[in-house]
């Protein structure tokens, strides 16, 4: 056997989340290796969807630009029951996702790696594992040593301090742990097809077709492809071309005819989550962690922010700025986030599997009325987009002391909450967030009393035992439109974007105290 130096991170897995989340690894200044046991890169094209907070992780990262260029953005969904059309809906130009096969999401993120130093081994497998605490304790060891089996046969102990499981649903990282995989499989097949078409198809809009005998949907790819998803008939035949053929006449537009496939499978649905995202010094992150339906086309997009998640506190805890605590909210932070997602999907999912008439009839009626009522673009494509996602406060010290008329406003949907992300326009106007920003640290954003009172500088003075801790000012009449609350006060923002705390000029000691929970103070 031969024995590796240590390294920060082991990241085991190269499909999109563990790429992405060495990437914010590496560009945090960690010594990172990246394994996989695929001999080379997948050419199969998964995933699909992009949602805007991905594309903001992406865009920070640095590889937005190609990303944009290659992909086609999807500007909105149609529905169909019986052949005759049921609903449409816009996506706003800023919630729009973008559809790109996941090689080339990939091949970008590759790329990404390589310039940041990084490199990826393949044909790696990794074994097990010494010194994991199987109590949790992160702190128990002060490190992991994971056996890896080279596929020339040679065996290796590889140290590292901490160590990212991201090889997928059926994860050796989970295997090696003993986690469970928890969750059902949905009662059908699923059939897809990617291929060029004849026929009159939007190249910009996702098609939903409800039929008696099961659901068809339609996506857009680049260079003229589109996907084609249906239920698949009970009898477990495979995916031929003329059997989609067949289902997309009996159930779609019509005039469409399948020309020049490019990929095909069949596959069943899984709802599934880890018991645990985390056992001592080792975590799982994207597929490894959680698999569910594709409606919504979240699943990449969830990992993504898996990894971002956990990438920015490994790098503060192995960097010293951090106690080894604040990897303990990782879990619970990505399962709320996850949880959410899980039972927004089984619903779609369930949509497409309405077989009864009374079922049919109420799902058709509900999307009526959605079409009718113009809540769908503001209240479920910023859920779908990651705009809502929150992880909730679990500290006093993250919350004002008292009642702030600022407070009441928040219980109205859709607004700005502690634990969500500071909205985006707003963050890269004040030069905390976006490319150009570099790698994103802890901000307080101070809205300064319009009589100047001077509460940015009792912040200022308040907090000087954090010197890394960036100060920024938010003129009053642009909070009132971007958080909702002009009153004079703070929102302490994590790097990942999502505010920590927030209050007024009566909770800057509840400020201090959360301070000193996430992060050392400058030693003296």
């Not at 969904?77 to 816009?90: C, N, Q």
């Not at 996506?91 to 990826?120: A, F, M």
């Not at 928890?182 to 026929?199: K, M, N």
């Not at 698999?291 to 790098?315: C, E, I, R, T, Y």
């Amino acid at each position: 056997m031969n024995t590796d130096h240590a390294l920060d991170v082991l990241v085991v897995g190269a499909g999109p989340t563990g790429l992405f989340t060495a990437c914010e690894l590496l560009r945090r200044g960690l010594r990172v290796r990246v394994v996989d046991r695929a001999a080379g890169a997948s050419e199969v094209p998964k995933a699909l969807a992009l949602w805007p907070r991905a594309l903001d992780l992406l865009d920070d990262l640095g590889v937005g630009g190609e990303l944009r260029a290659a992909a086609v953005p999807v500007r909105g969904f149609d529905y169909f029951s019986g052949g005759r059309p049921l609903a449409a809906f816009t996506v706003p130009e800023d919630l729009r996702p973008l559809h790109l096969p996941q090689p080339e999401t990939e091949r970008l993120l590759t790329e990404r790696l390589h310039s940041l130093g990084g490199k990826i081994e393949r044909g790696v497998r990794l074994l097990a594992f010494d010194d994991v605490d199987f109590g949790g304790r992160i702190d128990a060891t002060d490190g992991v040593t994971a056996v890896l089996e080279h596929g020339d046969g040679v065996l290796e102990r590889a140290r590292a301090a901490y160590v990212v499981g991201a090889d997928g649903a059926g994860s050796g990282v989970r295997g090696a742990l003993g986690i469970g995989f928890q969750g059902s499989t949905y009662p059908l097949s699923f059939a897809l097809i990617d291929t060029r078409v004849e026929g009159p198809l939007p190249p910009d809009r996702l098609l939903y077709y409800q039929a008696p005998s099961g659901t068809l949907m339609i996506a857009p790819l680049p260079d003229g492809v589109f996907r084609i998803l249906a239920v698949m008939p009970g009898d477990g035949r495979p995916v031929t071309v003329p059997l989609m053929q067949r289902l997309l006449d009996e159930r779609g537009p019509g005039g469409v005819r399948i020309t020049e496939p490019v990929w095909q499978t069949v596959y069943r649905v899984h709802a599934r989550t880890a018991a645990e995202y985390q056992r001592g010094r080792v975590f799982l992150v994207g597929d490894a962690a959680h698999v569910h339906s594709p409606a919504g086309g979240q699943g990449m997009n969830n990992g993504f922010q898996d990894g971002f998640n956990l990438a920015w506190k490994l790098a503060a805890v192995i960097g010293g700025e951090s106690p080894v605590s604040l990897l303990e909210s990782y879990t619970p932070e990505r399962t709320e986030a996850t949880d959410r997602i899980v039972a927004d999907t089984d619903r779609q999912t369930r949509a497409w599997m309405a077989d009864s008439r009374t079922r049919v009839a109420v799902r058709d009626l509900a999307f009526r009325a959605a079409a009718r009522s113009g809540l769908v673009p503001r209240t479920v494509f910023p859920v779908m987009a990651g705009r809502r996602v929150r992880y909730t406060p679990r500290r006093d010290s993250q919350r004002p002391l008292a009642a702030h008329r600022c407070g009441m406003l928040r219980r109205v949907p859709g607004r700005l909450r502690i634990g969500m992300v500071f909205p985006r326009a707003t963050a890269l106007a004040l030069g905390i967030a976006g490319p150009r920003a570099g790698v994103p640290g802890w901000t307080l954003v101070v809205v300064e009393a319009p009589d100047g009172r001077g509460l940015a500088d009792r912040i200022r003075r308040l907090t000087g035992d954090w010197p890394g801790l960036r100060h920024v000012s938010l003129p009053a009449r642009e909070a009132a439109g971007a958080t909702g609350c002009a009153e004079p006060g703070f929102h302490l923002v994590r790097p990942d974007g999502h505010i920590a705390a927030h209050g007024h000029d009566q909770d800057l000691s509840r400020l201090v105290a959360e301070l000193e929970h996430v992060l050392h103070p400058r030693r003296s």
